[in-house]
């Protein structure tokens, strides 16, 4: 009868010991799959489209780094800038979007994440935004013409397109006849030098970043993204880093978008086959992208336009 109970003991502790093997073990499969689906940390360059050119530049130093770079040609044929619209009954509310989505809805080559928005809880089980969910915009909004969002104070700075695809940054407010216009935060660069950042705890961590840069001809628009919060991948810049970058590509004037688990740069294929170019790290989840209010898109033509003229 002890025989038995003892080898009874021995079952339920051995299935007891390997339920709680699967219950760690496939938390952890799942998450080691996550860091597997991830950009690889090598030097990349690629013609995505005519007048569209990514480059992925992994750097050591100061920490381990992942940069990716946009550079758009704004002169070359097809190109066009689209800035999410608002929801059409309520002008001043967006219905929040990952930027996958926002690709795929207007049929986009290119977007990145776009304006700080509120209001926004990181984590379960109260996080918000989800994919659908109202939320506003910090700073002006307008896309197609149309005014989505009015501007605020001088603190959050605008990226304004004309229809001609003339591309300025401005204070806090565009100009009339404006055809898109993203509100970011901080202007970074100002005639090619670094402006003057405030001494916010924000400004000196180590994000993940998003910002937008033009040449003084403007007629180059460059993407910049710098992942973050990924240990021994790329662990984030502080903003005075990310002007440093923005100063080595060339450009006149830089502004800075909404960052964090935010920050997301999405390319889709002639079929219409999306990819992540980043390492998006919504909830400190890696490659998870995270719903938000409002996005810069890119039209473009097909890269195999290049070969038929």
């Given at each position: 009868?002890?025989?038995?109970?003892?080898?009874?003991?021995?079952?339920?502790?051995?299935?007891?010991?390997?339920?709680?093997?699967?219950?760690?073990?496939?938390?952890?499969?799942?998450?080691?799959?996550?860091?597997?689906?991830?950009?690889?940390?090598?030097?990349?360059?690629?013609?995505?489209?005519?007048?569209?050119?990514?480059?992925?530049?992994?750097?050591?130093?100061?920490?381990?780094?992942?940069?990716?770079?946009?550079?758009?040609?704004?002169?070359?044929?097809?190109?066009?800038?689209?800035?999410?619209?608002?929801?059409?009954?309520?002008?001043?509310?967006?219905?929040?979007?990952?930027?996958?989505?926002?690709?795929?809805?207007?049929?986009?080559?290119?977007?990145?994440?776009?304006?700080?928005?509120?209001?926004?809880?990181?984590?379960?089980?109260?996080?918000?935004?989800?994919?659908?969910?109202?939320?506003?915009?910090?700073?002006?909004?307008?896309?197609?013409?149309?005014?989505?969002?009015?501007?605020?104070?001088?603190?959050?700075?605008?990226?304004?397109?004309?229809?001609?695809?003339?591309?300025?940054?401005?204070?806090?407010?565009?100009?009339?006849?404006?055809?898109?216009?993203?509100?970011?935060?901080?202007?970074?660069?100002?005639?090619?030098?670094?402006?003057?950042?405030?001494?916010?705890?924000?400004?000196?961590?180590?994000?993940?970043?998003?910002?937008?840069?033009?040449?003084?001809?403007?007629?180059?628009?460059?993407?910049?993204?710098?992942?973050?919060?990924?240990?021994?991948?790329?662990?984030?810049?502080?903003?005075a880093e990310l002007t440093s970058i923005i100063q080595e590509l060339g450009a006149d004037s830089a502004l800075n978008l909404d960052g964090g688990g935010s920050t997301t740069l999405v390319v889709a294929n002639n079929t219409n086959k999306l990819r992540v170019l980043n390492s998006p790290i919504q909830t400190r989840i890696p490659t998870r992208q995270r719903a938000i209010a409002n996005h810069l898109g890119i039209y473009a033509l097909p890269i195999d336009v290049l070969n038929r003229e």
């Amino acid at each position: 009868m002890k025989k038995l109970n003892i080898t009874r003991v021995k079952r339920i502790l051995l299935t007891t010991s390997i339920s709680i093997v699967s219950i760690v073990s496939v938390p952890l499969l799942i998450y080691g799959g996550l860091l597997l689906k991830r950009p690889l940390p090598t030097d990349k360059q690629q013609q995505l489209f005519p007048g569209i050119l990514y480059q992925r530049d992994t750097r050591k130093s100061p920490r381990p780094l992942m940069v990716h770079t946009v550079t758009i040609d704004l002169t070359a044929p097809g190109i066009k800038l689209l800035v999410t619209p608002g929801n059409k009954v309520d002008k001043n509310e967006f219905a929040a979007r990952t930027t996958s989505e926002f690709v795929r809805e207007f049929n986009l080559q290119l977007a990145i994440n776009g304006s700080f928005f509120y209001p926004f809880r990181e984590y379960p089980p109260n996080s918000y935004p989800k994919s659908g969910d109202p939320v506003k915009v910090e700073g002006q909004v307008i896309s197609e013409g149309k005014s989505y969002a009015p501007p605020k104070s001088k603190n959050y700075s605008v990226l304004c397109i004309s229809k001609l695809l003339q591309v300025q940054i401005y204070q806090n407010r565009c100009p009339l006849g404006t055809s898109e216009g993203l509100a970011g935060r901080e202007i970074l660069l100002k005639e090619g030098k670094p402006a003057v950042l405030g001494d916010s705890t924000d400004e000196k961590l180590l994000y993940p970043r998003t910002a937008v840069a033009i040449d003084k001809s403007g007629k180059t628009l460059w993407l910049i993204i710098v992942d973050g919060r990924q240990r021994f991948y790329s662990e984030g810049v502080t903003l005075a880093e990310l002007t440093s970058i923005i100063q080595e590509l060339g450009a006149d004037s830089a502004l800075n978008l909404d960052g964090g688990g935010s920050t997301t740069l999405v390319v889709a294929n002639n079929t219409n086959k999306l990819r992540v170019l980043n390492s998006p790290i919504q909830t400190r989840i890696p490659t998870r992208q995270r719903a938000i209010a409002n996005h810069l898109g890119i039209y473009a033509l097909p890269i195999d336009v290049l070969n038929r003229e």
